[in-house]
């Protein structure tokens, strides 16, 4: 075996941790995998005589390529909100892609990604800026020392520290209730998105205040849909029109209250703020502008 052969030989156990670190800073399956296949380029044209921990290196590279991506993509003001509603979103069954050579072009396979990580923590990563989310997920999820991400994102160790603080802190959000109180509305909005997924009419009119209104931006209706609904019975009907589309949906922190975001492929597409008083939904606001989604605190919400 030649030289580059015995490389990937070694390359190769590795793959699978920088794509899971690489999609986490990325949020794009897609992204991720050119983020390895650089790291690997970059490899195969080192002299890892000097490489002392493989892993390591890998890892700090892969990183720094992750960096660099994230920061061309705010550089460009890409927007990652709002765009457009995907195909998929309009016809949920239709989940079927054409002959790709990728893993991460496959639907299912990306879906499986997806839920792994989970919808709404790629969201609120999307919302830090990139060093901060190389700090949080190295360092956050994936246990690396701050001694080894400071070179990474060019701070000391103790100004990563703190950035690392910052990000943690924008994940987990600050509540605008008690801790119990939160609980009881993340109760009323589990049970309204379990009802909304599963079109259980009865189950929404059980958890919707009589006099309940729904308001909708126009981006997401019909046209000539009403952006504004009242009544149990009416935002039911309507709540289930939309329902299929709730399969995309997770819970998460709108404004330090309870709300879910609607992410396709991982990246934010729309959010529904919703509104509790007395165990039952008494308002929700379907909002897709992506100014008005651009303007939302967005956070992780905890069981």
């Given at each position: 075996?030649?030289?580059?052969?015995?490389?990937?030989?070694?390359?190769?156990?590795?793959?699978?941790?920088?794509?899971?670190?690489?999609y986490r800073?990325?949020?794009?399956?897609?992204?991720?995998?050119?983020?390895?296949?650089?790291?690997?380029?970059?490899?195969s044209r080192t002299d890892t005589s000097e490489v002392a921990n493989l892993?390591?290196?890998?890892?700090?590279?892969?990183?720094?390529?992750?960096?660099?991506m994230l920061r061309a993509r705010a550089a460009r003001r890409e927007d990652l909100v709002g765009q457009q509603l995907p195909d998929d979103l309009h016809h949920p069954d239709n989940d079927q892609g054409g002959a790709h050579n990728r893993p991460s072009d496959d639907p299912e396979h990306e879906a499986l990604?997806?839920?792994?990580?989970?919808?709404?923590?790629?969201?609120?990563?999307?919302?830090?800026?990139?060093?901060?989310?190389?700090?949080?997920?190295?360092?956050?999820?994936?246990?690396?020392?701050?001694?080894?991400v400071a070179p990474i994102v060019e701070r000391s160790p103790t100004a990563t520290k703190k950035l690392a603080s910052r990000a943690r802190h924008k994940v987990r959000g600050t509540p605008v209730v008690s801790a119990a109180e939160l609980a009881r509305h993340r109760h009323v909005l589990d049970a309204f998105l379990a009802a909304a997924r599963s079109g259980d009419?009865?189950?929404?009119l059980a958890v919707l205040a009589p006099d309940v209104v729904r308001r909708?931006?126009?981006?997401?209706?019909?046209?000539?849909?009403?952006?504004?609904?009242?009544?149990?019975?009416?935002?039911?009907?309507?709540?289930?029109?939309?329902?299929?589309?709730?399969?995309?949906g997770a819970p998460a922190l709108i404004n330090g209250a309870v709300g879910i975001v609607v992410a396709p492929h991982g990246r934010l597409l729309l959010a529904v703020?919703?509104?509790?008083?007395?165990?039952?939904?008494?308002?929700?606001?379907?909002?897709?502008?992506?100014?008005r989604l651009r303007g939302l605190d967005l956070a992780l919400l905890d069981r």
């Open positions: 075996m030649d030289e580059q052969g015995r490389l990937a030989e070694r390359f190769e156990p590795h793959r699978s941790h920088l794509r899971a670190i690489a800073m990325l949020g794009s399956s897609s992204d991720a995998d050119d983020a390895v296949q650089e790291a690997w380029l970059r490899l892993a390591g290196w890998l890892t700090t590279v892969v990183s720094r390529i992750c960096l660099d990604l997806i839920d792994s990580v989970g919808r709404a923590l790629l969201v609120v990563l999307d919302t830090l800026t990139p060093a901060e989310r190389i700090a949080f997920v190295l360092h956050d999820l994936f246990a690396v020392p701050f001694q080894q009419m009865a189950g929404l909708a931006d126009p981006a997401v209706l019909p046209p000539g849909a009403q952006t504004e609904v009242r009544g149990a019975q009416a935002v039911a009907k309507h709540t289930l029109a939309f329902g299929r589309k709730s399969k995309f703020a919703v509104t509790v008083q007395d165990d039952q939904v008494t308002a929700y606001d379907v909002i897709a502008d992506p100014a």
